[in-house]
C-alpha cells in the first residue's frame, strides 16, 4: 500500500524526488562487461613515468593524485616511480607562492584557508591546500576529513585538497609532503597552502618548505602566547588574529596591539621585513583582501631583496641533507647483521656490562 503510494507520488513529483536525476548529475556510465574489462585492464597496466609527468603537467588532477599515494607508499617500485615523476616535474615546479598556516586547534585554520581560498580562486588562481599531521589525530589519513572542514573550497574546480600523508615520524611526513608541493606546482597551482594541524612539532617542517609563514591566534584566551613558543613567533612572517567579527572585534583589534608592542621587542627578520600584525575573519570576510596584500608585498620585498631566492635554495639544501640522514637511518636500522648485533648490545646496556657510549660506538665502528 505504503508502495502504491509512493509511485503515485514520484509520478506526480518526478521532479522534486531524491531519487530522480538532478539538473548537473550526471548519470554515471553502465557497470557492463566492457568497462569491467577496461578498468581491470587499467588496473594491470602499470602507467610510465613519462605518462604520469605529462597529465600532471596538462593538470590533471587524477594524475597528481595518484603520483602523489606513489610518493606515500611504502613499496619500492612505487618510491622509484614516484621519485622518477618527482625529478620530471622538478624544472617546472617553483612559480607558486607557498604559505604555511599555524597555530592552535580550534584558532580557525581551516576556515581561513577556505575563505582565502575561495578569495584567490574569484582572483583567478589555482589553490592546492596540503597538511603535515605526524600524529594522524584529524584526517587520520582519511580524505573525507579534510573535505568535510572545507566544503565549499573542497568542491571548487580551482582547488585542489590533500589530507596529511598518514601519521608517521615528522621526517617522513614532511619530506612527503615537499614532494606533493613540486607535483602540485607541476599540474599549475599558483598558490599552495601548507597547514600543521595542532602545535608542538610541525612548524618548522612546515617553515621549511614555505615562502610565507602565517600564525593564526585567538584574541583574549587567556594564555598571552596560546601555548606558541616564542621562537615560532619569530618565524612568524605575520600573526593573524582571527574571528574578528561580531562581539570579538574589539578583543582581536586589542590583540593586535598586544602582539605588535610584543613583536616590536624581537630582533629584525632575516627577510628585511617586520612581522605584521592583523585581524581577520573568515566568517565576514573582514581582513582576507588586507591579509592577501601582506602576503603579496611581502613576496614582492623579497623577491627585490634577494631573499626570496635564497631561502628557497636553503630549502632544497636542507631538503637533500634530510632525505640522505633518514635514508642512512634506514639503511642502518634495516640491515639484518646490525639489528642482530644491536639486540645483543641492548642486553649487555640493559645488564649494566657496558655504557651506552661505549655500545653504540661499538655498532657505528662495525665494518
Ligand atoms: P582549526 O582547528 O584551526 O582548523 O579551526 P577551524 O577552522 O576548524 O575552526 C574552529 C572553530 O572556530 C569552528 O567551530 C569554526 O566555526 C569557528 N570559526 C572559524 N573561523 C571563524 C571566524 O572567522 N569567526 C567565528 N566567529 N568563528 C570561526
Not at 233 to 256: R, Y
Amino acid at each position: 500500500m505504503y508502495f502504491c503510494f509512493m509511485k503515485k507520488k514520484d509520478k506526480d513529483n518526478k521532479n522534486n524526488s531524491a531519487l530522480s536525476v538532478q539538473k548537473g548529475i550526471e548519470r554515471p556510465e553502465n557497470i557492463n562487461s566492457e568497462s569491467v574489462k577496461r578498468f581491470k585492464k587499467q588496473k594491470k597496466t602499470k602507467k610510465s613515468s613519462d605518462e604520469y609527468f605529462n597529465e600532471i603537467i596538462n593538470g590533471n588532477i587524477n594524475y597528481l593524485s595518484q603520483a602523489i599515494t606513489l610518493t606515500e607508499s611504502t613499496l619500492h617500485e612505487d618510491k622509484t616511480i614516484s621519485q622518477e615523476i618527482i625529478n620530471k616535474c622538478v624544472s617546472y615546479s617553483g612559480k607558486s607562492i607557498r604559505i604555511g598556516f599555524t597555530g592552535v586547534p580550534g584558532v580557525g585554520k581551516s576556515s581561513i584557508i577556505e575563505t582565502l581560498g575561495l578569495y584567490l580562486i574569484e582572483k583567478g588562481k589555482k589553490i592546492a591546500v596540503l597538511a603535515i599531521d605526524p600524529s594522524g589525530t584529524r584526517s587520520k589519513g582519511s580524505i573525507l576529513g579534510d573535505k568535510t572542514r572545507m566544503e565549499q573550497l573542497s568542491i571548487a574546480k580551482k582547488a585542489f585538497i590533500r589530507p596529511s600523508p598518514a601519521a608517521g615520524f615528522l621526517g617522513g611526513v614532511a619530506a612527503k609532503t615537499a614532494e606533493s608541493i613540486i607535483l602540485c606546482e607541476a599540474a599549475g597551482f599558483d598558490v599552495i597552502f601548507v597547514e600543521t594541524v595542532g602545535v608542538g612539532q610541525s612548524e618548522i617542517a612546515v617553515y621549511s618548505m614555505t615562502d610565507f609563514f602565517l600564525l593564526l591566534m585567538l584574541a583574549g584566551a587567556g594564555d598571552e602566547l596560546q601555548g606558541i613558543k616564542r621562537g615560532i613567533m619569530e618565524m612568524a612572517d605575520a600573526v593573524v588574529i582571527t574571528k574578528a567579527d561580531g562581539d570579538n572585534i574589539l578583543k582581536a583589534k586589542a590583540a593586535v596591539t598586544e602582539y605588535k608592542n610584543a613583536i616590536h621587542l624581537f630582533p629584525p627578520s632575516k627577510s628585511g621585513n617586520i612581522i605584521q600584525v592583523t585581524t581577520a575573519s573568515a566568517f565576514s570576510g573582514d581582513g582576507i583582501d588586507e591579509l592577501w596584500k601582506i602576503i603579496e608585498e611581502y613576496i614582492e620585498n623579497t623577491k627585490n631583496n634577494g631573499y626570496f631566492t635564497q631561502k628557497r635554495k636553503e630549502q632544497l639544501k636542507f631538503r637533500m641533507n634530510e632525505t640522505i640522514s633518514e635514508e642512512l637511518k634506514r639503511r642502518f636500522y634495516e640491515n639484518p647483521e646490525i639489528k642482530k648485533k644491536l639486540s645483543e648490545l641492548e642486553a649487555e646496556v640493559e645488564n649494566g656490562n657496558i655504557s651506552p657510549y661505549f655500545a653504540a660506538k661499538i655498532i657505528l665502528d662495525e665494518k
